[in-house]
C-alpha cells in the first residue's frame, strides 16, 4: 500500500509544522512574560540619604559562596604546594619510618575530613580537602616508588600508579557521591595506563593505536553509563581526544601500507573505531550522534579502501576511496538512528569532495597553461602535442591519469541523481530529506565536474594539437547546448552553470589556438557560430518567456531575467569572436597594426546595425556596447599613424551618428559623433602641416552654423550644442592651437575679436555653447598674449610681493566665502537656464 503523500515527505511536512508550532509558542511565552511585567507593581526601594551617593555605578556584590569559595581554593593551593615542597625538598632530614608516617597521616587525615564535613554540611570545604588528598595521592605515591622501588622502571611504575589512582579515586568519588572532583580525576587518570604500558614496553605504533581505542573504548562507556553532568562530559573530551589520535596512528599505517596484508592490522583497528564511535553515537545527543556517524563513515571507509588501494599506485587511490564512499552511502537503510545516518552521508559527502579537490589540480593546469601562447602567437603548431601547446611537457602527466576518471565518475553519478531524483529521496528518507535545492545542486555539480573531466582529458592522454583542439570545441559546443536546453526548461541553475564552464572553455580554447593561424581562424570561427546560434536560440526563448510572464510571480521573473543574462553573454561572447577574426584578417594581410584598425571597425559596424534589429531587447545595450569596445580597440592600434588615426576616428564617428538615428541612444551617440568628427578634422589638419587651417574649417564651420540656425527654428527648445557646438569648434579649437604657436599678432588679435563677438552674441541671446566656446577660447588667447608681460612683470616684483597677494586673495575669498559660494549658484543657475 502507498503512502500519499510518501513517507519522506510527509516527514518533511510535520517537521515544518512542528518547527511552526515552536515559533508561535515563544512569541506567546513572551508576550505572556511582558503581561505579567506590565501587571505585577513594582517593589519600592527604600530611599537612600544624599551623601550615601557612590561616585560611579554600584558594584556587585560579592556573595558568600564566592567569597568562600575563593578561600578556600587557595588554602588548598597552598596545602599542595607545601606538601609537594615538604616531599621534594625535605626528604632528607626525616628518617624512613617518620617520612612514610607523616604522608600517610596526613592523606589519611585529609581523605576522611571530607566524611565529616559532608555530614555537617560544608561541601565546599570538603572539595577543597578531596583536592588536596588527590595532590597528596600523586606525592604518597611518588615516594614509593623512591623508598621501596626505587630501581623499577619509572614508565612501568607510573603506569601502575595510574591504574591504582584511577580505581582509589573512582571508588572514594562513588563512596562520598556528593563530591564533583573525584570521579572526573579518575576519568583523567584511567587515560595514562594503557600508554605507559606500551611505551615502557618499547611497543610499536600498532600497540599505541590499540591502546589509544581501548582507552577511547572505556572513555565511551563511562560516557554512557557514568554518574553525572562532569563525569559525562570529561569522559567525552577524553573518548574524543585517545579515539582520533589512535584513529591517526591507523590510518597512518592503512595509507602506508604496501600491500594487502600489511594494510589487515590497520584495517581492523579502524573499523574498531568505527564501532567505538557508532556504539557512543546511539545513545548521544543529536550532534554528538551526528559527529559519531560521520567518524563512523570515515573509518569504514579509510579500512576498506586501504585494503583494496595497497599495492596500487598512489595516484590511483582516490578513487578507490572514492568508490568506498559512493558503497557507504548504502548504509542509509541500515536500522540506525537517524542523526548517525546523516553523519554517514555527511562522511561519504566529505571524501567524495575530497577527491574532487584532489583531482582539481591538472583541470588548473589545463586552462590555466594556456596563457602561454600568447607569448608565441601564431609561430606554428607547437611541438609534443597538447602538453607542449600548454606549456607542461616536462610534467608527470601519467600520475595525473586518475584524475578525469574521478572527475567524471563523481559528474555521472551526480547526474543520475539529479535525473532520477526521486529514487535517492525514497532511498535517503530514513537519514535525510532533501529538497528541490538539493537536486538543482547535484545536476549544477554534474555539468561542472562533467566539463572538467573532459578538459583534462586531452593533455592527460597526451593527444596531438589539433585532435585535443577539436576535443575542447566540440565540448564547448556540447556546454552551451546544455546551458541553453536547461536555461529553455528553467533549470536556472543547471543552465547558469553550464553557460559560465562554456565560456570559460570558450577562452581558454581561443587562446590555445593562437599558437597557429590556421586554428585560430579555425576554432575563432566555430566559436562565433555557436555564440551567435546559443544567443539565438535564448533570446527567442526570453521574448516568449517575458510575453507570457504572469503578473507579480517574481519566480518567473527571476528565470526570464536568467535568460536574458544569459543571450546577453553568449552574444557578447559572439561579438568578440568577430573582434579577433578581423584582427587575425590584418594579420594575415601583413598590414601594420594602424593599417589594420579599419578592419577592426567592421565589428562596430555589425553591432550597429544589430543593435536595430535587437532594439527593445535587454540584449541589444550589451551588444552595442562590446562593440564600442572593438572602436576603442581600433583607436589604440592607429595611435602611431595620424592620418590612420583621423581616418578611424572618422569612420567611429559615421557609426555613431547611425547609432543616434535612434532615439533612445541619440542622447549619448549625438555627442559622441560629434565629438569624433571635430577631433578627426583636427588631427587630419595636423597631420596634413597646415599652417592656416581657417581655410578648411570655415567652409564647414559656416553651413554647420547655417543648419544649426535652421534647427532652431524649426525647434526653439533645442540645445545650442546640438545646433553650433560642432560648427563653433570646428574652425575655434584649430585656430587657438595654431595661434599658440604663431609668432605674429594678426591671428591672435583676429581670434580674440571672433571669441569677443560669438561670447557677446551668446550673453545676448542665452545660448550656452556660445557664451562659453567663445569666452574660454577668448580668456585663452588673451593669456597667452599677455604670458610674456606677466612674466616680465613678476620677474621686477620682490620675491615676497606674490605669496603675499595670494594670502590677501585667500583672506579676502574666506571673508566672503558665503558670498562667494551664491554668486557661484546664480552663476550656474544663469548657464542652466540658457539653450
Not at 91 to 97: F, N, R, V
Not at 513 to 518: I, N, P, V
Not at 562 to 578: E, F, N, R
Not at 605 to 618: E, N, S
Request: charged share 10%.
Amino acid at each position: 500500500m502507498e503512502h500519499v503523500p510518501p513517507p519522506a515527505e510527509e516527514l518533511a511536512l510535520l517537521d515544518r509544522e512542528l518547527a511552526l508550532l515552536d515559533a508561535r509558542r515563544s512569541q506567546l511565552l513572551v508576550r505572556r512574560a511582558w503581561l505579567l511585567s506590565v501587571l505585577t507593581p513594582p517593589v519600592a526601594r527604600p530611599a537612600a540619604p544624599p551623601y550615601a551617593a557612590p561616585f560611579g555605578p554600584p558594584a556587585a556584590p560579592v556573595g558568600p559562596r564566592s567569597a568562600q569559595n575563593v578561600l578556600l581554593i587557595l588554602g588548598g593551593l597552598l596545602l599542595t604546594i607545601a606538601a609537594i615542597a615538604f616531599t621534594l625538598v625535605s626528604w632528607g632530614h626525616m628518617g624512613i619510618g617518620g617520612r612514610s608516617a607523616v604522608l600517610g597521616v596526613v592523606t589519611v587525615a585529609a581523605l576522611s575530613a571530607p566524611v565529616v564535613l559532608l555530614r555537617r554540611g560544608l561541601p565546599a570545604t570538603a572539595e577543597s580537602l578531596a583536592a588536596l588528598a588527590s595532590a597528596l595521592m600523586v606525592l604518597d605515591a611518588y615516594a614509593l616508588h623512591q623508598v621501596a622501588v626505587p630501581d623499577a622502571d619509572g614508565r612501568g611504575f607510573a603506569a601502575v600508579a595510574a591504574a591504582v589512582l584511577a580505581a582509589l579515586w573512582g571508588a572514594y568519588g562513588l563512596l562520598l557521591d556528593r563530591l564533583r572532583m573525584p570521579l572526573p580525576l579518575a576519568v583523567v587518570s584511567a587515560q595514562l595506563p594503557l600508554l605507559l604500558w606500551a611505551w615502557a614496553a618499547g611497543a610499536g605504533s600498532a600497540a599505541f593505536g590499540w591502546a589509544l581505542l581501548v582507552t577511547a573504548a572505556l572513555d565511551c562507556a563511562i560516557a554512557v553509563w557514568g554518574k553525572g553532568v562532569a563525569v559525562r562530559v570529561t569522559s567525552v573530551v577524553c573518548c574524543w581526544a585517545t579515539g582520533l589520535l589512535g584513529l591517526l596512528v591507523a590510518l597512518a599505517q592503512s595509507m602506508s601500507a604496501d600491500a594487502a596484508s600489511a594494510a589487515l592490522a590497520p584495517g581492523l583497528l579502524l573499523l574498531v573505531g568505527a564501532l567505538i564511535a557508532v556504539s557512543g553515537a546511539w545513545r548521544a545527543p543529536a550532534w554528538i550522534a551526528v559527529s559519531g556517524g560521520v567518524v563512523t563513515g570515515l573509518c569504514g571507509v579509510a579500512a576498506v579502501g586501504g585494503v583494496l588501494r595497497a599495492g596500487v599506485a598512489w595516484s590511483w587511490s582516490v578513487p578507490v576511496y572514492l568508490l568506498c564512499a559512493v558503497a557507504l552511502l548504502a548504509a542509509v537503510r541500515a536500522p540506525l538512528p537517524r542523526p548517525v545516518g546523516q553523519g554517514m552521508v555527511w562522511a561519504s559527502s566529505a571524501v567524495t569532495v575530497g577527491a574532487v579537490l584532489a583531482a582539481a589540480p591538472p583541470v588548473g593546469l589545463s586552462l590555466m597553461g594556456a596563457v602561454s601562447q600568447l607569448a608565441r602567437v601564431w609561430s606554428g603548431t607547437p611541438d609534443g602535442g597538447i602538453r607542449g601547446a600548454l606549456g607542461l611537457k616536462s610534467l608527470p602527466w601519467s600520475g595525473m591519469a586518475a584524475a578525469p576518471v574521478v572527475l567524471l565518475v563523481v559528474a555521472g553519478l551526480s547526474g543520475a541523481v539529479y535525473r532520477s531524483w526521486a529514487w535517492p529521496v525514497r532511498v535517503a528518507g530514513p537519514a535525510l530529506s532533501p529538497g528541490s535545492a538539493w537536486r538543482g545542486a547535484a545536476g549544477a555539480g554534474a555539468v561542472a565536474l562533467g566539463w572538467a573531466g573532459f578538459t583534462v582529458l586531452p593533455p592527460v592522454l597526451g593527444m596531438s594539437y589539433a585532435a585535443a583542439m577539436s576535443v575542447q570545441l566540440a565540448l564547448v559546443a556540447g556546454v552551451l547546448a546544455v546551458a541553453v536546453r536547461g536555461m529553455r526548461c528553467g533549470k536556472d541553475g543547471v543552465g547558469l552553470t553550464a553557460l559560465v564552464c562554456g565560456l570559460v572553455g570558450a577562452v581558454s580554447t581561443g587562446v590555445l589556438s593562437l599558437g597557429a593561424e590556421a586554428a585560430t581562424y579555425a576554432v575563432f570561427a566555430v566559436l562565433l557560430v555557436v555564440f551567435g546560434a546559443a544567443a539565438v536560440m535564448l533570446g527567442g526563448t526570453a521574448v516568449s518567456a517575458e510575453r507570457a510572464l504572469p503578473p507579480q510571480s517574481a519566480q518567473a521573473a527571476r528565470a526570464v531575467r536568467a535568460l536574458q543574462i544569459a543571450q546577453a553573454a553568449v552574444a557578447c561572447g559572439a561579438v568578440v569572436c568577430g573582434m579577433v577574426l578581423a584582427r587575425a584578417v590584418g594579420a594575415s594581410l601583413g598590414l601594420a597594426a594602424y593599417r589594420a584598425a579599419p578592419l577592426l571597425l567592421v565589428v562596430p559596424a555589425m553591432t550597429v546595425l544589430l543593435g536595430v534589429r535587437l532594439r527593445g531587447l535587454p540584449s541589444a545595450l550589451p551588444v552595442e556596447l562590446t562593440g564600442a569596445v572593438a572602436g576603442v580597440v581600433a583607436v589604440a592600434m592607429a595611435v602611431a599613424d595620424r592620418p590612420f588615426l583621423a581616418l578611424v576616428l572618422a569612420l567611429c564617428g559615421v557609426l555613431a551618428a547611425g547609432t543616434a538615428v535612434r532615439a533612445e541612444r541619440r542622447p549619448v551617440a549625438g555627442y559622441l559623433a560629434m565629438a569624433l568628427f571635430v577631433l578627426a578634422a583636427w588631427l587630419r589638419l595636423s597631420a596634413s602641416g597646415v599652417s592656416a587651417p581657417e581655410a578648411y574649417t570655415l567652409p564647414v564651420t559656416v553651413p554647420a552654423l547655417a543648419v544649426g540656425v535652421l534647427r532652431r527654428r524649426r525647434d526653439p527648445e533645442a540645445s545650442s550644442w546640438t545646433a553650433y557646438g560642432a560648427g563653433l569648434a570646428a574652425t575655434l579649437v584649430p585656430s587657438l592651437f595654431t595661434a599658440w604657436t604663431d609668432p605674429h599678432w594678426v591671428r591672435p588679435l583676429l581670434l580674440g575679436a571672433a571669441a569677443l563677438v560669438i561670447t557677446l552674441s551668446g550673453a545676448r541671446l542665452r545660448l550656452q555653447a556660445l557664451l562659453l566656446l567663445g569666452g574660454a577660447v577668448l580668456a585663452l588667447d588673451a593669456l597667452h598674449e599677455l604670458a610674456p608681460y606677466v612674466v616680465q612683470v613678476v620677474g621686477a616684483l620682490p620675491r615676497w610681493l606674490p605669496p603675499a597677494l595670494a594670502g590677501v586673495l585667500l583672506l579676502a575669498v574666506g571673508a566672503t566665502y558665503e558670498q562667494r559660494l551664491r554668486d557661484a549658484r546664480r552663476l550656474k543657475d544663469a548657464l542652466g537656464r540658457m539653450h
